[in-house]
């Protein structure tokens, strides 16, 4: 009897310094304080949320115009907004950061789509954000998600990172910096 209750004591205590070691898996962004869920994928840390910080200058929108947008999708920042609104001790990922995380959960049986949208293994928790265009209307949220990353294709164009739930695809495009795309900062 004694040692059972010795055992059972012995995993209690294995089981609290377990807990205790932990991560939280979240950020409190000191310039707003607002709470980021992130997460480990291999060697890199990822926000699992869209960046919502309204930086002082640059180009943002809350799709629809509509503010109440934000707490779900985050703000979509034009390119060279989007360089500059991670906090510290974050970055805007480049092509190859995506490149490492597609592979992640891209192989010859499976489409990382399935795993980085909100509900797959990866908890990277992509949302269908949509974007805008430079004209100013929004488009495809609720079916398509853009992210930046920090790389230049040319003087014009940048690499970006998107999800479109009518093909079930996750891929790497480009497109030109006027546009409002959604962020996700990567742990530096």
């Known amino acids: 009897?004694?040692?059972k209750k010795a055992r059972l004591a012995f995993l209690f205590i294995l089981l609290g310094l377990n807990l205790?070691?932990?991560?939280?898996?979240?950020?409190?962004?000191?310039?707003?304080?607002?709470?980021?869920?992130?997460?480990?994928?291999?060697?890199?840390?990822?926000?699992?949320?869209?960046?919502?910080?309204?930086p002082e200058s640059g180009n943002f929108w809350a799709y629809d115009n509509d503010s109440t947008q934000v707490e779900k999708?985050?703000?979509?920042?034009?390119?060279?907004?989007?360089?500059?609104?991670?906090?510290?001790?974050w970055r805007l990922?480049?092509?190859?950061?995506?490149e490492i995380l597609i592979s992640k959960y891209e192989d010859a049986h499976s489409n990382a789509f399935a795993e980085l949208i909100t509900g797959g293994i990866s908890r990277f928790n992509m949302v269908y954000g949509g974007w805008r265009d430079?004209?100013?209307?929004f488009y495809a949220r609720d079916f398509g998600g853009n992210l930046w990353s920090?790389?230049?294709?040319?003087?014009?164009?940048?690499?970006?990172?998107?999800?479109v739930s009518n093909y079930r695809m996750?891929?790497?495009?480009?497109?030109?910096?006027?546009?409002?795309?959604?962020?996700?900062?990567i742990k530096q």
Do not use: H
Not at 28 to 53: C, E, H, S
Not at 150 to 163: K, R
């Open 134 to 137: 430079r004209n100013g209307q």
């Open 73 to 89: 999708y985050g703000y979509l920042y034009d390119y060279r907004t989007a360089k500059n609104v991670c906090p510290s001790g």
């Open 20 to 54: 205790m070691s932990q991560e939280a898996n979240t950020f409190t962004d000191p310039r707003d304080n607002k709470i980021y869920n992130y997460v480990r994928i291999g060697n890199q840390v990822w926000m699992a949320d869209n960046l919502a910080f309204k």
């Open 150 to 163: 920090a790389t230049v294709s040319d003087d014009d164009v940048v690499w970006f990172f998107l999800v």
């Open 93 to 98: 990922p480049t092509k190859s950061d995506f």
């Open 170 to 185: 996750a891929y790497l495009s480009r497109n030109i910096k006027e546009l409002g795309f959604s962020v996700r900062c």
């Open 1 to 3: 009897m004694f040692y």
